[in-house]
């Protein structure tokens, strides 16, 4: 059966990408940011994590994770159309505030279980 395998797939992408987002968020908890919001959904976007750093500077955080570093990995496959739909969701999030806060966009990926954090990964301009 062709869509059982597809399903099985799509279902362990998912475990993995909960899995890197729950390590994700502890890693950058024990550095001293705090959690805001998880997988903050709108319409054309997504962040899977909003965090507030000690100098109160709002994080929206993309977790990639990949099984093995083929085809570029994790970092690789955060692509243009990937990260406007990203900025997209930020300037969202953004709105619904009185004042905007200072901000950023990081990255943390997860290449065959190494977790690695890269702040300042891209900006809303790029």
Not at 74 to 96: E, P
Request: with cysteine; aromatic share 8%.
């Amino acid at each position: 059966m062709a869509g059982m395998g597809q399903w099985w797939r799509q279902r362990a992408a998912r475990r993995l990408g909960q899995s890197a987002e729950d390590q994700a968020c502890a890693d950058l908890q024990a550095r001293g940011l705090r959690l805001v919001q998880r997988n903050y959904r709108v319409r054309g976007g997504e962040i899977d994590l909003i965090m507030r750093a000690a100098d109160a500077t709002l994080v929206f955080v993309e977790v990639r994770a990949r099984s093995h570093a083929g085809f570029g990995g994790a970092a690789g496959s955060i692509d243009a159309r990937k990260r406007q739909r990203i900025v997209l969701a930020a300037r969202h999030y953004l709105a619904r505030l009185p004042e905007e806060p200072v901000c950023r966009f990081d990255v943390v990926t997860l290449d065959a279980g190494t977790l690695e954090w890269l702040p300042g990964a891209f900006a809303a301009e790029d």
